[in-house]
T-cell receptor, first 111, second 118 residues
Framework: AQRVTQPEKLLSVFKGAPVELKCNYSYSGSPELFWYVQYSRQRLQLLLRHISRESIKGFTADLNKGETSFHLKKPFAQEEDSAMYYCALHLSSGSARQLTFGSGTQLTVLP | GAGVSQTPSNKVTEKGKYVELRCDPISGHTALYWYRQSLGQGPEFLIYFQGTGAADDSGLPNDRFFAVRPEGSVSTLKIQRTERGDSAVYLC????????????????FGQGTRLTVV
């Protein structure tokens, strides 16, 4: 069965410092990974997906199949980055279409 | 509407009662998903609809949980004989099509219904 692990429940960094949110997964198939973000009092929204190889709001994430990781990184954190971040693995098999989420990391960027 | 709408936003019910949670997806979205989020956890998949039919209900925890989408738009999640362990935030999401290939489409989430069973 697929599984997503986010080892840090809480992470605090100072404004301008680099930030890395860790995500590891286990899945026997070809992984499709996403990062979702939930700002205070807002709904869960997609931040980025590995297939797009994009940078959103300065964040990037590289899929490392050897280490089964998909860590989220930003070189210079901003206060507005404070939010809950979820790593998610997409399962697409037969009629199944579902996301398996990690337990989330609460990022706080201190002034 | 502009986004996925869920009602009510909060629901308090007594143990053993029946509840219905409603989801209005984005107009034109054919795929609809229900997730449950317990305190301190990430969302957990419950059920996925493609059109009117439940294509994957493997996440429903037991037969007290049931969901319908009779006309392929609005969906209702129904919970019978509620238990205190059912307390959670229930999230609904919709996408234009089912997420068949990465990058093809994106799931948009509602604000959720916070269910408290006392």
């Amino acid at each position: 069965a697929q599984r997503v692990t986010q080892p840090e429940k809480l992470l605090s960094v100072f404004k301008g410092a680099p930030v890395e949110l860790k995500c590891n997964y286990s899945y026997s198939g070809s992984p499709e990974l996403f990062w979702y973000v939930q700002y205070s009092r807002q709904r869960l929204q997609l931040l980025l997906r590995h297939i797009s190889r994009e940078s959103i709001k300065g964040f990037t994430a590289d899929l490392n199949k050897g280490e089964t990781s998909f860590h989220l990184k930003k070189p210079f954190a901003q206060e507005e980055d404070s939010a809950m971040y979820y790593c998610a693995l997409h399962l697409s098999s037969g009629s199944a279409r579902q996301l398996t989420f990690g337990s989330g990391t609460q990022l706080t960027v201190l002034p | 509407g502009a986004g996925v709408s869920q009602t009510p936003s909060n629901k308090v019910t007594e143990k053993g009662k029946y509840v219905e949670l409603r989801c209005d997806p984005i107009s034109g979205h054919t795929a609809l998903y229900w997730y449950r989020q317990s305190l301190g956890q990430g969302p957990e998949f419950l059920i996925y609809f493609q059109g009117t039919g439940a294509a994957d209900d493997s996440g429903l925890p037991n037969d007290r949980f049931f969901a319908v989408r009779p006309e392929g738009s609005v969906s209702t999640l129904k919970i019978q004989r509620t238990e205190r362990g059912d307390s959670a935030v229930y999230l609904c999401a919709s996408s234009l099509y089912a997420i068949a290939r990465p990058g093809e489409t994106e799931a948009f989430f509602g604000q959720g219904t916070r269910l408290t069973v006392v």
